[in-house]
T-cell receptor, first 116, second 113 residues
């Protein structure tokens, strides 16, 4: 199956700093990628849809200036958590569909962010 | 927008028993319903999916049923094994294109040996 790689898998940062998370489609091109936030024992909350070459579409309640998304190529989308605070600590995970578009979402490994 | 409800939130069964997880959706336009399994610390992976033109689909010990009229679909796992223990998510979306999927809240399945 298709492979989506996410990096870093975990990161610890100080409050007020910014953190960038990368999501790469390794063996396919992804014009659209999705970013989620997952709290312990909870569901995948869609944050935004990342569109290659255009602005991301954010879900209601998600601050676009807080969570910057860039999708500059067909294989890479990045999520930058700006001025991170402890409440931003969470598991962030991305997904993408292949151009065959069977409907299946391929997920990255996820990135656990801890803000001190 | 679409709203997906999933029940139960936790499910514990004995090895060899069957497990059933149910989901309901609100948008009658939804026509693609996947189920994902997420083991602890790992990424979600698709285990089975169904489209609205089909009422039931089976893959070995796993089956999914869909009732379009009632707007609900269910995951059935037979002859459960300890390795089936994981969190299971249902989802609903319109089409299989780049449209977003709405996920249920997840069911934590524990299979006791």
């Amino acid at each position: 199956g298709a492979v989506v790689s996410q990096h870093p898998s975990w990161v610890i940062c100080k409050s007020g700093t910014s953190v960038k998370i990368e999501c790469r489609s390794l063996d396919f091109q992804a014009t659209t990628m999705f970013w989620y936030r997952q709290f312990p024992k909870q569901s995948l909350m869609l944050m935004a849809t990342s569109n290659e070459g255009s602005k991301a579409t954010y879900e209601q309640g998600v601050e676009k200036d807080k969570f910057l998304i860039n999708h500059a190529s067909l294989t890479l989308s990045t999520l930058t958590v700006t001025s991170a605070h402890p409440e931003d600590s969470s598991f962030y995970i991305c997904s993408a569909r292949t151009d065959r578009d069977t409907g299946e979402l391929f997920f990255g490994e996820g990135s656990r962010l801890t803000v001190l | 927008g679409e709203n997906v409800e999933q029940h139960p939130s936790t499910l514990s069964v004995q090895e060899g028993d069957s497990a059933v997880i149910k989901c309901t959706y609100s948008d009658s336009a939804s026509n693609y319903f996947p189920w994902y399994k997420q083991e602890l610390g790992k990424r979600p992976q698709l285990i089975i999916d169904i489209r609205s033109n089909v009422g039931e689909k089976k893959d070995q010990r796993i089956a999914v049923t869909l009732n379009k009229t009632a707007k609900h679909f269910s995951l059935h796992i037979t002859e459960t094994q300890p390795e089936d223990s994981a969190v299971y998510f249902c989802a609903a979306s319109i089409g299989t294109n780049a449209g977003k999927s709405t996920f249920g809240d997840g069911t934590t399945l524990t299979v006791k040996p």
